[in-house]
C-alpha cells in the first residue's frame, strides 16, 4: 500500500507565491516519475509539470517561467513552487506518483493525492 499526502494550498492574491508538497510514503521500492495536475471547476484535467527520478522536468507552456517541480528521493516528496500565480491557476491540484512498490519491482503503479485547492482571487 502507498499513501501521497498533499500539502500547502490556499487562497492566494494575484501575483503572490504558493509551494505545493506530496508526500508518499508506504512499501516503497523506488519512485520514477512524479508530477502534478490540475482540475478547474467544469474542465478537464491537466497535466502541469513532471520530474524524473533524476530530475529532468517538463512544464505546460501556460506555467514556465512561473512555477518549478523539484523533489527530494530521500523523503519520497514532490514540490510544486508557484510564483506570479494569476486567476486562470486556481484549480485543486494533484500529485500524481509513478510507484515501484517492494511487493511487485516488476511493476510500476500510479498513485494520485487526494487534491488541494489553490485559489488565486483578490
Known amino acids: 500500500q502507498v499513501q501521497l499526502v498533499e500539502s500547502g494550498g490556499g487562497l492566494v492574491q494575484p501575483g503572490g507565491s504558493l509551494r505545493l508538497s506530496c508526500a508518499a510514503s508506504g512499501k516503497i521500492l523506488s519512485i520514477n516519475a512524479m508530477g502534478w495536475y490540475r482540475q478547474a471547476p467544469g474542465k478537464q484535467r491537466e497535466f502541469v509539470a513532471t520530474?524524473?527520478?533524476?530530475?529532468?522536468?517538463n512544464y505546460t507552456g501556460s506555467v514556465k517561467g512561473r512555477f518549478t517541480i523539484s523533489r527530494d528521493n530521500a523523503k519520497n516528496t514532490v514540490y510544486l513552487q508557484m510564483n506570479s500565480l494569476k486567476p486562470e491557476d486556481t484549480a485543486v491540484y494533484y500529485c500524481?506518483?509513478?510507484?515501484?512498490?517492494?511487493?511487485?519491482?516488476?511493476?510500476?503503479?500510479?498513485?494520485w493525492g487526494q487534491g488541494t485547492q489553490v485559489t488565486v482571487s483578490s
Open positions: 500524481n506518483v509513478k510507484v515501484v512498490p517492494t511487493m511487485h519491482p516488476l511493476y510500476e503503479f500510479d498513485y
Open positions: 520530474i524524473t527520478h533524476d530530475g529532468s522536468t
